[in-house]
Nanobody, 115 residues
């Protein structure tokens, strides 16, 4: 099993920045893919950014140039630096991991962008 714990959410004004962190524990050695998803009220959960064990990054078009995903394999951490935040970025952000046993989710952290 893999346990994922997110932190770093909060409320900021438009144009502000936040950095989300996700700490993985358990069977982390087999994790080959980590990602951040988000889900706004009454909307589906969408992929925001992903990163492979080899550090290949991928981003949703809506966040390209504003968000950066990074990964610390040695410490089983993944981060999401979010800059130039917009009200439409408001959502619950979930950490996700894939290993040879399946898919794992964190409990989510709320991000609210409001003036």
């Amino acid at each position: 099993q893999v346990q994922l714990v997110e932190s770093g959410g909060g409320s900021v004004q438009p144009g502000g920045s936040l950095k989300l962190s996700c700490a993985a524990s358990g069977n982390t050695a087999s994790i080959y893919f980590m990602a951040w998803y988000r889900q706004a009220p009454e909307k589906q959960r969408d992929l925001v950014a992903s990163i492979t064990r080899g550090l290949k990054e991928n981003y949703a078009d809506s966040v390209k140039g504003r968000f950066t995903i990074s990964r610390d394999n040695a410490n089983s951490m993944v981060y999401l630096q979010m800059n130039s935040l917009k009200p439409e970025d408001t959502a619950v952000y979930y950490c996700n991991a894939l290993n040879d046993r399946g898919q794992w989710w964190g409990q989510g952290t709320q991000v609210t962008i409001s003036s």
